[in-house]
Structures are given as C-alpha cells and as structure tokens.
C-alpha cells in the first residue's frame, strides 16, 4: 500500500509507546468495570476508581456541562471515566486495533469506504450483519468481549439512569470501536442489526466531536447536535433506541494526550446483538 490510511499513522505511534510501556494491564483492565475491587462491585457509579482529589461531577460542572436527557431513554454523561479509565480504554482498544482482525476502514456494498476505522470484539459487523468472523477483512474470529466491559455497560446504565437496577439484565456482547482522525465523519444512520432493544452505551475518548441525535422515523431534522468529549458517556434505549444518530465533525486538537491518544478520537459503543 503506497499511502498509509489516515488516521492509522497516530495509532502505530501509540503502539510503539504501548510496546515500550508492556502489555496491556489486566488488572488495570478490570478496575473499569469496579467488580474486581474491594467495594466496587456494581456500586452506583463505581466512583472508587476515580484519581484522588479528582470529582468527575465537579469537574463536569465547573465546565458547565451536567447530566442531559437529549430524548426519552436518550442520556449524555459529561466526564464519565476518569483519566484512568480512559488510559485503560485506550490501552485496551490499541491492543484489538492490532488484531486477531486489524482496524480498518469498513467497505460498503456499493463500493464506498468509511472515513471511519473500525475493529469489533464479541461479534465483527460486516455492514450489514454481525458474524463471529471477519470475512471481508482476514477471515479471523474476533476478540473475546471481556467481562470487565460488560460491568462497565451495566455501571453505565445505572449511572444514566440513576437506577441502581438499570444494568441487571444487561450483558453487552460486542462493541463496534470506531477510530476518528480529523477529517472523518459518520453519517446519519440507526444502530439496526441488533435482534435486541437493550441500550447501546456509547464511550468518548480522546478529541471532542459534534453527535448528532436524531428521531426514529427520518435522517433529518428534528435533531440535536451535542458535543461529546473524551471521557463522555452516552446511553440511547427505550424509546430512543433506534434513532437516527451520527458524527457530522470531529475537533481536531482538542484531546487531552494524557489518555494516550496524542490526535483523533476514539468511540465505543457496546451494544446486544440479541444473536447466539
Ligand atoms: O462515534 C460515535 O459517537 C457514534 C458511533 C456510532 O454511531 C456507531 O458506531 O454506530
């Protein structure tokens, strides 16, 4: 391949650093889930984690951005992970960026390709079907989804909630980790291949973006335009589960290198394929 795909430079430089560092933590790995340490067990909001003299809320709110209800079911969290969860995460999704099936950009049947680079754990999302194997990238089987991030959807739902059960029925079992450079968008479209309506929970990291959330019935407006930043959460269910949504701009330069993403953004989102 003559010109390296955009975006892909930023992730070998973060490999390189991750190599020097060693691998990827377990443990630090499950501390984002909270249920591996004493007192974290599915508490409300799992704030243990959290680096000492560091409030998520306070900090949220100094910057005048607080809980959000954007629709019915449809909730945006400001500052959700801690730094040290958003390393975690970072560190965690270079490792599946790497393989069994290496981040890429997806091709569309009609022959277009998405700005976007994406790797799946769980279930790999071929548009527009899951499968177990990658079949239009390597044919490999994707990565375990781990049980640390299942706990972390289930805090995530309890948190957006504010429903301290809100998370007992869910057990994500893939999520799609989209890798945004500056110039990639994502179109208005519906999280639909799922047999299942539980929420998809949506994890920011890295530069902040423009979402747009739209309604379920059109791509266009009525919609509201939020700007999601690194460390944010994002829960679309109920109601809301199948409304249009989509990433009209990404804020080149406005990550924190201190999640170890040094340019572009990363997304998560967790999702139940409803499929065995
Ligand atoms: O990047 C985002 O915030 C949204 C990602 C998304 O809509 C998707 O993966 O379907």
């Not at 957006?160 to 500056?182: E, R, V, W």
Request: hydrophobic share 35%.
């Amino acid at each position: 391949m003559s010109t390296p795909l955009p975006g892909f430079e930023d992730i070998g430089r973060l490999r390189r650093t991750d190599a020097r560092r060693g691998a990827h933590s377990l443990d630090g790995a499950r501390e984002l889930g909270g249920a591996d340490r004493p007192g974290g067990a599915g508490g409300l909001g799992g704030r243990e984690g959290r680096e000492p003299g560091r409030s998520a809320a306070a900090a949220a709110e100094l910057a005048g951005r607080t809980r959000r209800e954007v629709g019915p079911g449809a909730v945006h969290l400001p500052h959700w992970l801690s730094p040290a969860e958003q390393r975690e995460l970072v560190s965690a999704c270079r490792d599946w960026a790497r393989g069994p099936v290496p981040i890429r950009h997806t091709r569309l049947p009609r022959g277009g390709v998405m700005s976007v680079q994406t790797v799946c754990i769980g279930w790999h999302w071929q548009p527009y079907a899951y499968r177990r194997t990658a079949d239009d990238v390597n044919g490999a089987r994707v990565a375990e989804f781990p049980d640390w991030m299942v706990r972390l959807g289930r805090r995530a739902l309890v948190d957006a909630y504010q429903d301290a059960s809100a998370g007992d029925d869910y057990t994500p079992d893939t999520a799609l980790i989209n890798f945004y450079d500056s110039a990639a968008k994502l179109g208005m479209h519906q999280d639909r291949e799922e047999r299942s309506s539980a929420p998809v929970v949506s994890l920011s990291i890295g530069d902040s973006c423009v979402f747009r959330f739209g309604n379920t019935e059109t791509r266009t407006r009525p919609y509201t335009d939020i700007e999601l930043a690194s460390g944010d959460l994002f829960v679309f269910g109920g109601p809301s589960r199948f409304a249009y949504h989509g990433v009209p701009k990404v804020y080149p330069g406005t990550g924190d290198p201190a999640t170890g993403l040094t340019a572009g953004r990363l997304n998560i989102t967790m999702r139940v394929t409803g499929l065995t």
